[in-house]
């Protein structure tokens, strides 16, 4: 176990630094991502490489953000998934960030279900740096994140009793871009659509979903696990 002095919670000009634990066994990748972070503002304040630590360290030192890798020390299966579950449970305001090296759909609709603040990201696919850092503070600010390549794994491999059937293709497509933790906005200008039609498809597939009024945000994340459960 690594660890770093815990900084000043806002920098020179007194904007919030997002405070970081890093838990991936991997050295290098670590220390690159370490290095990444502290260049793009943001403070890691511990690190490690074994998965018993996760929790001592997320108590110990209260970071904004955990970013993890499921499978870690000592069997690497399914600890990081067990620790961010955990963090789930027991601190819901922490943003947790996975970052794995397989497409493991079980676990990524795990870890969506528990709601806001959740990304699931593949290592292989996480090529531009920006965007990378936009993820990492829409998680903070209370979005989630799902890697496209594995909402496109899960559109293809519906399952024959189709929660999705009476949802026309344009709501299809509105889902699947929720599943990848846009906003309407975002949505809007992806599809070259008006913020207006994609708030109609949002309050459609909601309807068709069966999703209640509840007065708060939890009816897309509904949405969303339904999207990722019709395989």
């Given at each position: ?21 890093l838990a991936e066994d991997d050295v290098l990748l670590r220390a690159g991502l370490a290095s ?115 909402v496109q794994e899960l559109v293809s491999a519906r399952r024959r009793n189709d929660p999705l ?57 509904l949405a969303v696990v339904t999207f990722l459960e019709a395989r």
């Open positions: 176990m690594t660890t770093e002095p815990s900084g000043q919670h806002r920098g020179n000009d007194g904007t919030a630094i997002t405070r970081v634990l990444l972070l502290e260049r793009s503002g943001f403070e890691v304040v511990g690190q490690t490489g074994d998965s018993v630590w996760i929790l001592p360290l997320v108590r110990e030192l209260a970071p904004d953000l955990v970013v993890l890798d499921i499978r870690m020390p000592p069997t690497n299966t399914t600890e990081g998934l067990d620790a961010a579950l955990e963090i789930r449970t027991e601190f819901p305001e922490i943003g947790i960030l996975v970052l794995s090296a397989h497409a493991e759909v079980e676990h990524a609709m795990e870890l969506l279900a528990t709601g806001q603040r959740i990304g699931y990201l593949l290592k292989s696919r996480v090529t531009d740096v920006g965007e990378f850092i936009e993820t990492l503070e829409r998680i903070v600010r209370g979005g989630s994140v799902m890697d496209p390549a594995l059937a009476a949802l026309s293709q344009r709501e299809r497509d509105v889902l699947a871009l929720m599943a990848e933790g846009r906003s309407n906005a975002g949505i809007a200008r992806r599809l070259w659509v008006t913020e207006g039609t994609v708030e109609k498809h949002v309050r459609h597939i909601l309807a068709k979903l069966s999703l209640p009024e509840t007065g708060d945000d939890h009816r897309r994340v």
